[in-house]
């Protein structure tokens, strides 16, 4: 297994980094082979340019400037998104990711007919393990576009029986050590039933102290 985890948050002491380190974690173990992008770390630039646009469907150079994301992408059988939910979506660093990187002849070919030609067959396991400032219900009855972009949008691009999984820590203001410190368990579970993993494997001692670190939950 081949798995590439597109990290985004602008703290590395943030509870996203310990979800982050738990996936990670919990990946080494089911002996996967692991890549991380981490996009405030890397100093990913999400902006889609004037000279982007312009060369977006021309797949001889549109992914000039990004090929090590490209790579990446093109290398895993297993993606994975690691991320807070802000205004109820994607923050703008990862929205900004999908838009220079899941580009024509990379993601998906341009039609012939009415709809695009997905690209991204490779991919088997497609995962979101997010946080979110607001309830469960109340991020429902928005539409949980964030959701709605990976397991949706980018799903329809993955191979036919893609696999998927979802997690998120709702209410991540009123959360406290005892339920940061649940969630971190369940983010193991959840993904070792997205990879197929044995059940003994759990995420390494120590990952759950970091939920109860002093520095407030940030989403």
Avoid at 16 to 40: F, G, R
Avoid at 183 to 212: C, F, N, T, Y
Wanted: positive net charge; hydrophobic residues 40%.
């Amino acid at each position: 297994m081949k798995a590439l985890v597109v990290f985004c948050h602008p703290n590395p002491a943030s509870f996203n980094a310990a979800v982050l380190k738990t996936v990670v974690s919990t990946l080494e173990q089911a002996k996967a082979d692991v890549q991380v992008i981490d996009l405030y770390r890397d100093g990913f630039d999400p902006a889609l340019c004037l000279k982007d646009w312009q060369r977006y469907e021309d797949c001889s150079c549109n992914t000039n400037g990004i090929e090590p994301h490209v790579a990446a992408l093109r290398w895993c059988d297993t993606l994975l998104f690691v991320y807070p939910t802000w205004w109820y979506g994607l923050p703008a660093v990862l929205k900004g990711w999908c838009d220079r990187v899941l580009v024509p002849g990379v993601a998906f070919e341009m039609p012939t007919g009415n709809d695009i030609e997905p690209s991204l067959g490779h991919i088997k396991r497609l995962g979101v393990f997010t946080t979110c400032g607001a309830s469960r219900w109340l991020t429902f009855f928005i539409g949980a576009p964030g959701r709605r972009t990976i397991l949706r949008g980018i799903r329809l691009l993955c191979a036919r029986r893609c696999r998927t999984a979802f997690l998120a820590h709702y209410l991540m203001d009123a959360s406290t050590a005892q339920s940061r410190s649940r969630h971190l368990d369940r983010v193991a579970r959840k993904l070792q039933r997205l990879i197929g993993a044995p059940r003994h494997i759990q995420a390494q001692d120590g990952l759950e102290d970091q939920s109860h670190s002093p520095t407030p939950p940030i989403r």
